[in-house]
């Protein structure tokens, strides 16, 4: 939740078609990114679906 990277790459096609770098986005992948795109069953692997706004951690709010 730090914002920092973590994992690996992912290329995925935009969707949302508002992306840009350093943008934090939520994806998909599978048959599920072919039918994010205008155009139903494009052969891609993963597609951007969503641009995150706010992340929140909810462990913050838990009490000792």
Do not use: N
């Not at 920092?4 to 599978?30: H, I, M, N, Y």
């Not at 990114?33 to 069953?41: G, N, R």
Request: proline share 11%.
């Amino acid at each position: 939740p730090d914002g920092s990277d973590s994992g690996k790459p992912v290329v995925a096609a935009d969707a949302v078609q508002s992306a840009g770098p350093g943008t934090l986005v939520w994806f998909t992948g599978s048959r599920e990114a072919s039918l994010a795109l205008p155009e139903p069953f494009v052969p891609v692997d993963a597609a951007i679906v969503g641009i995150v706004d706010e992340v929140y951690d909810c462990e913050d709010e838990i009490a000792p």
